[in-house]
């Protein structure tokens, strides 16, 4: 079944606390990029890879990494997590360039204390 | 500056009403226009998408939308609205140049009373 997969679905951390969220997909696509979506702001850019190793920044990067080793997996790194940062993250990707449809995760519920 | 707004935040609809959902967007570039739905606790599915051609496109599920670019907008429609169309709808845009990225609209939370 083609797909997006995110993990973990739930996380709760503290202030500072080094996280990672996976995002893996197994349609061959190029294109991946994460959102994160906030009540009242709907969805917002953090970053997103054209192809391996070729990354950039979106609409709000800062406090975020990523990295594209391989094709398949976009991993969003938090190094200092912080309270606002407290958002639901999707992960999302697609053949070729952005116009293609996007296929979406379930989505990472993200807690930070 | 690009954007998209989406004026409802709430809208209720009797099943088996019409519906339509409002986008307009600005955007500097020839526009490519998407519709997507977000049912809870999930993530988004695309319902249409519109990048050139006829102006009205068919979508998923039995939605549609009409491309109107005199007035910048894509508004989403339904004829007849089942209980299982509640969930909140985002509009998008896009444009063909490379590396650019999708903006959201703030998105419409669609309820269906019986």
């Known amino acids: 079944e083609a797909q997006v997969t995110q993990n973990p679905r739930y996380l709760i951390t503290v202030t500072g606390k080094k996280l990672t969220v996976t995002c893996s997909q197994n349609?061959?696509?190029?294109?991946m990029s994460w959102y994160r979506q906030d009540p009242g702001l709907g969805l917002r850019q953090i970053y997103y890879s054209m192809n391996v190793e070729v990354t950039d920044k979106g609409d709000v990067p800062e406090g975020y990494k990523v990295s594209r080793k391989e094709k398949r997996n976009f991993p969003l790194i938090l190094e200092s997590p912080s309270p606002n940062q407290t958002s639901l993250y999707f992960c999302a990707s697609a053949q070729g360039d952005i116009q293609e449809t996007q296929y979406f995760g379930p989505g990472t519920r993200l807690l930070v204390l | 500056a690009q954007s998209v707004t989406q004026p409802d935040i709430h809208i209720t609809v009797s099943e088996g009403a019409s519906l339509e959902l409002r986008c307009n967007y600005s955007y500097g570039a020839t526009p490519y226009l998407f519709w997507y739905v977000q049912s809870p606790g999930q993530g988004l599915q695309l319902l249409l998408k519109?990048?050139?051609?006829?102006?009205l496109v068919q979508g998923i599920k039995g939605f549609e939308a009409e491309f109107k670019r005199s007035q910048s907008s894509f508004n989403l429609r339904k004829p007849s609205v089942h209980w299982s169309d509640a969930a909140e709808y985002f509009c998008a845009v896009g444009s063909n140049q490379a590396g650019t990225a999708l903006i959201f609209g703030k998105g419409t939370t669609l309820s269906v009373s019986s």
């Open positions: 349609m061959n696509h190029e294109y």
């Open positions: 519109y990048f050139s051609g006829d102006t």
